[in-house]
Structures are given as C-alpha cells and as structure tokens.
C-alpha cells in the first residue's frame, strides 16, 4: 500500500519564515491562500486586475501585480487556467525568480508537457488537491479537508520534498491523507479519470440515458431525475463505502439489473476507447489540441460548450431544480 502521510509525518514548519504568493484568485487560489493563512503562513496574491482582484482584497490579502508579488515570495504557486501558464510564466514570472525560490503548481500539465522549464536553480514541486476548489475551503472550515497528491519534480535547495509536503500541512490536507506522486502520474491520472469518467463519461452517459428515454416517448422530467438528479444519491452511497454499501442499499431488483445490465453498456469496446484516450493523454495528442485551440481563440472549445448547453437535458433540469429549493443551485 503507498504511504500516505497525516500530521505527525510532517515536523517542522519548512514554510515558516517564507512569503508564499498565490498566482491566481479562482477555484483553487481562494482556498490555497486562505487555508494557508489560517494556517499561520504569510500569503500575498499576484493577479491582473478584475473580478478575482477585487475578491481576494474583499477577504483581506495584500494584492499585486504577478510580476511584483514573484518578487517578494520565496514560494511562488501558480493556480492561474493552465492554457494561460505558459504565457504568463514567460512574461511575468520567470523574469522576476530567484535562486533558491520554489516554483509550485495545482496540476502537472505545463511541467509535463514541458510548455514551462523552469531554471535549474529553483525547486519545483505540486500540491494537487483532489477535489474542486470550493471544497477544499469547506471542508477545511469543517475540520477536515480534500486528500491531496503532491509530488516534487526538482530539487534545487534539497529541501523542496520537505517544503512540498510543509505546503500540503498548510492546506489542511495531511488531517485526512496525503499521497507521493510525480508529475507524470498526477497530470495523466487527472486528465484521464476528468475526461473518461468523472466529467467526460459520466456527462455522455447521462445524455444517452436521457435521450433513450425521451426518444422511446418517456416524459423528459422523469428521464432527467432517472438518469441525472439521482446520480447523486448513487454515487454518494459510493463515496461513503464503494459499490458493495451501494448495492446493499438498493432494491435487489436495481442490483440484479446493475449486474446483468452495466456490462452491455459500458463493453469492452467501451474500455478499447478508454485506452485510446489514456494513449491520447500519455503520448501528448491530447495537450497538443488543447494548447492549439487556445492559440486559435478556443474556437472548438467554444462551439462544443455552446452545443451542449443547449441540449434538452439542460431545460428540462432548469425548470426542475428551481421547484427544489433544497437543490444548492448557487
Ligand atoms: P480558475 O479558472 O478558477 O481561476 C483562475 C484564476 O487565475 C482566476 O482568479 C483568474 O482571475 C486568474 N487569472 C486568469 N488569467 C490571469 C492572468 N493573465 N494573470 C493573472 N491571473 C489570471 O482556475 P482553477 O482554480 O480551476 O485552476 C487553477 C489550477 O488548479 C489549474 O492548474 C488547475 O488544473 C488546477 N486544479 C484545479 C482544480 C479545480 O477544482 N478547479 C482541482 C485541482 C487542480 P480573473 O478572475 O481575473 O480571470
Ligand atoms: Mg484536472
Ligand atoms: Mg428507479
């Protein structure tokens, strides 16, 4: 089994005494910088100015330009949209990096896939919490935390290891568990479970549900709580104690159909396809059309989100979930 770390593995504080800059104000940024000052940590916020700006002074951080707040940091983490790191890396930060400084990241993909090369004079590591920014907030007020990877692609100071894991203390995430990776694994582990399941086949498979349902003359409501608002529910039991307390809390109908039902539809076809995409992510196809689309203005990334949201699943869930008010829709 990996090791993985909780609050005694880390002694120390490697972070004491540093001025931590937090690039980037958004899902991830927010809660970095917060639960890290209230962690005891000096964090300024390097941003353009704008929405998030203004936010980040709401909540009481000192705000700078990303080329001033480099400056003054020992610790620079950069959780700005991975398409604009490069740019942004090149323009404003490299310039103002220091021997000796460490260079951090939420997610491996521009290290990775070499879009940034940092000088061989700083460290580099990640800290990549495996949960959307709003919850590694929440669940940090709460007491606990999201689980966390962290992972360290070059040592410069001999102390990046140390200084990498002080950080994942800083966000909370040692109170529930904390993981050794490295960048190659994180940044195709992420991209590939995002898009074959998490994001990319869950959404494809609840349209088809949606549309077999509707198309067979179903009413489209009770397709979109069959097949979306209880996906919820199913996958919460799944989270707390896997299939099997899942299966033991369903119908013996619902789990007699699960297991000679599931199999015709996600099939080894399916799973051929799930290896075409992991190859895709592994052998940079995938971070090529990425990178490429947004030097082209995101044009297919664009017309693909309008499409979808204008997909009838879409409407139908609108309506319904402004007639549950116990639906958090904020
Ligand atoms: P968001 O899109 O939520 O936030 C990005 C932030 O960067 C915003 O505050 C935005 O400010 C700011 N920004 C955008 N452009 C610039 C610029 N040119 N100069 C300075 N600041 C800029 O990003 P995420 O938090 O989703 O992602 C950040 C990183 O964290 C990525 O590497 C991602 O892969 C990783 N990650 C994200 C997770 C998530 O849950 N979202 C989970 C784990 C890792 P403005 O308001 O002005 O646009
Ligand atoms: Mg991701
Ligand atoms: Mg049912």
């Keep these: 089994m990996a090791k993985v770390y909780y609050e005694d593995s880390v002694q120390g504080d490697q972070l004491k005494d540093k001025k931590i800059a937090i690039i980037g104000y958004g899902s991830q940024g927010h809660a970095h910088s917060q639960n890290l000052r209230d962690t005891g940590h000096d964090v300024i916020i390097g941003i353009r100015e704008g929405k998030s700006a203004d936010a980040a002074r709401e909540a009481g951080f000192d705000v700078f330009p990303v080329s001033e707040a480099v ?96 950080y994942t203390k800083g966000i909370g995430a040692t109170r529930v568990g904390v993981l050794e990776t490295t960048f190659k694994e994180e940044t195709e582990t992420d991209l590939f479970g995002e898009q074959a399941v998490l994001c990319g086949g869950t959404t494809a498979l609840v349209q088809a549900g949606f549309e077999t349902l509707v198309e067979a003359g179903y009413q489209p409501e009770i397709a979109y709580f069959e097949v979306l608002h209880e996906l919820k529910l199913i996958v919460d039991l799944m989270y707390e104690g896997g299939m099997e307390k899942m299966r033991d809390s369903i119908s013996n109908t619902a789990e007699y159909g699960d297991y000679v039902s599931g199999p015709r539809v996600v099939t080894a076809e399916t799973k051929a396809r799930m290896k075409d995409v992991l190859t895709d992510i592994q052998d940079g196809t995938f971070a090529k059309g990425f990178i490429e689309d947004n030097e082209n203005g995101f044009e297919k990334f664009y017309g693909l989100r309008k499409e979808q949201q204008g997909h009838q699943i879409e409407a139908v869930g609108k309506e319904l979930r402004e007639m549950m008010p116990f639906v958090n829709n904020k």
């Design 71 to 166: 400056k003054q940091a020992d610790v620079v983490m950069i959780l700005a949209p991975d398409e604009i790191q490069g740019e942004l890396y090149k323009n404003e930060i490299a310039p103002y990096l220091e021997a000796g400084n460490a260079l951090a990241f939420g997610h491996g993909f521009n290290i990775h896939f070499d879009v940034i090369q940092p000088p061989a004079d700083v460290d580099v590591f990640l800290v990549a919490p495996k949960g959307p920014g709003h919850l590694v907030r929440r669940t940090f007020e709460e007491g606990f935390a999201v689980p966390s990877l962290f992972a360290v692609e070059q040592d410069a100071t001999g102390n990046a290891r140390d200084i990498a894991l002080a």
